[in-house]
């Protein structure tokens, strides 16, 4: 079984302030780790994504995350947050099992940028 | 380009009721995955529908089933309604499912069951 394990619920942040949002996972088999946000009312929308290759992995809106297959981690960061990036962070992972890769969905991380 | 679009976005059954949720993939995409997203929690995958079959499955009972028709869109349906499937349902479109290809979601249906 894989799982997923961000461990803060909710970072408060001061506008132009970096941000980490952590991400642990679980998994038996190799895995595709990805980052999603969601804005309020809305779907989610992928930010990120690691397949293979580069462990540091650039996505939309200055995020970046890092996959960490020793600590089975793979973390998002951003240098300079604005306001506009408050909303909900989702760290998810698909891991092959018998064939199917069935994603899993942390619980997410509210990320709040004060002014 | 339309994204993915579902219908309705909001919804209010009782218990015991049934109900049908839709969902029409980004243009060109044939993998339709519905998910439910309950309060404060991350989205719980339900299944997965590719060339009109059901392909994977979550730990849902039976009472979820779907239908993908030919035009690639797709239906959830749930019956015998419990409170407990109070949530927003999430539908998520890709181009084939290897594991790895981005998901395109919709806004999503909010469910109330009173």
Partial sequence: ?115 | DAGVTQSPTHLIKTRGQQVTLRCSPKSGHDTVSWYQQALGQGPQFIFQYYEEEERQRGNFPDRFSGHQFPNYSSELNVNALLLGDSALYLCASSLSWTGGETQYFGPGTRLLVL
Avoid at chain 1, 32 to 39: K, P, S, T
């Fill in chain 1, 1 to 115: 079984a894989q799982s997923v394990t961000q461990l803060d619920s909710q970072v408060p942040v001061f506008e132009e302030a970096p941000v980490e949002l952590r991400c642990n996972y679980s998994s038996s088999v190799s895995v595709y780790l990805f980052w999603y946000v969601q804005y309020p009312n809305q779907g989610l929308q992928l930010l990120l994504k690691y397949l293979s290759g580069s462990t540091l992995v650039k996505g939309i809106n200055g995020f970046e995350a890092e996959f960490n297959k020793s600590q089975t981690s793979f973390h998002l960061r951003k240098p300079s947050v604005h306001i506009s990036d408050t909303a909900e962070y989702f760290c998810a992972v698909s891991g092959s099992l018998r064939g199917s890769y069935i994603p899993t969905f942390g619980r997410g991380t509210s990320l709040i940028v004060h002014p």
